[in-house]
């Protein structure tokens, strides 16, 4: 079993940057792929990052890559998200996921774990 718990998010304007933290309890953080997804209103939920257990291996959205960068500390049993150059189209609730796997994957149903989410708003 795995918790999650987002930070970091809040009010920023275009162009800002905000690092989001996914702290997560449990003993297999060290082992689980882990993502990061978001949901702006009246859309469905979708894939911004996710990197492997190592942190090795990252895939990102086209809409974020150059901009976004996921990262995890195992040491620290947690997952960032470093996201700059932010755009009003980043506007959303963002979600950190975990999954029972080691390997990154960027579909939401194949993540077994999620958190409340955290909210990040860009104004223009």
């Known amino acids: 079993q795995v918790q999650l718990v987002e930070s970091g998010g809040g009010l920023v304007q275009a162009g800002g940057s905000l690092r989001l933290s996914c702290a997560a309890s449990g003993r297999t953080f060290s082992s689980s792929a882990m993502g990061w997804f978001r949901q702006a209103p009246g859309k469905e939920r979708e894939f911004v990052a996710a990197?492997?257990?190592?942190?090795?291996?990252?895939y990102y959205a086209d809409s974020v890559k150059g901009r976004f960068t996921i990262s995890r500390d195992n040491a620290k049993n947690t997952v960032y998200l470093q996201m700059n150059s932010l755009k009003p189209e980043d506007t959303a609730l963002y979600y950190c996921?975990?999954?029972?796997?080691?390997?990154?994957?960027?579909?939401?149903?194949?993540?077994?774990?999620w958190g409340q989410g955290t909210q990040v708003t860009v104004s223009s």
């Open positions: 996921a975990a999954r029972n796997g080691r390997l990154a994957i960027t579909m939401a149903r194949e993540y077994d774990y």
């Open positions: 990197l492997n257990w190592s942190g090795g291996t990252t």
